[in-house]
């Protein structure tokens, strides 16, 4: 069960079950009540973080830069409940289906952009968003929070999703932790970190501040 909730972000029963819900336009095939959609935490690391009770500081509102929007399934939540929400995405196929996300959020900024390159959309994104959310499920997941840290306000979060086999399937995911740990360590101070494995097998969630 989630500690805090952001404003914006309630609990709803849908078919019985009591789940986590936002207010907006339904997106992935997610079951609705009236204005509200399930958001469905096997499909979101974020929606797991906030379901295993993670603290991640949201209060809704929030400006947030999110990296690896793929075709919008959690970042459309996020528009939901939050201020601007820039969403960068490098593959040409799901930005497609990101920007019709983005006909009905009006505070939702699809961005077509490699996020180990902020260069090329450090003139679109505002300086000192609040929080960072990171899901690139790619190899070098703590170069590419390091890399991004310069668009995040010193009081801001970093809502990070490791995924252990993105960096290296040989290795025993406690071991890539670690190591991922000790290279945000650089620039950020990890204030929390839960394994997701309830949602997402060799997941680790962590939440950290500059
Ligand atoms: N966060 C999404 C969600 O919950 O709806 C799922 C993201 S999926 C696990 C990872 C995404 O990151 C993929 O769509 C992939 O194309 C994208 N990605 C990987 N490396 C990237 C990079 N360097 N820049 C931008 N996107 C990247």
Known sequence: MSKQLPAGVERHAFDGTDRLATRGEPVYGEPTDGEWRAWNPHRSKLGAMLEV???TGLEGGETVLYLGA??????SHVADFAGPTYAVEFAARPVRDL?????????LFPLLKDARKPATYAHVVESDVDVIVQDVATRGQARVALENRQFLADDGRLLLAVKARSED??????AVFEDVREELSERYEVLEARQLEAYH???LGIVAQP
């Open 53 to 55: 009770g993670m603290d």
């Open 70 to 75: 793929a075709s919008g399934t959690t970042v």
């Open 99 to 107: 920007l019709e996300t983005a006909d009905s959020r009006e505070r």
């Open 169 to 174: 399937v040989t290795r025993e995911p406690a």
């Open 201 to 203: 097998a060799d997941h």
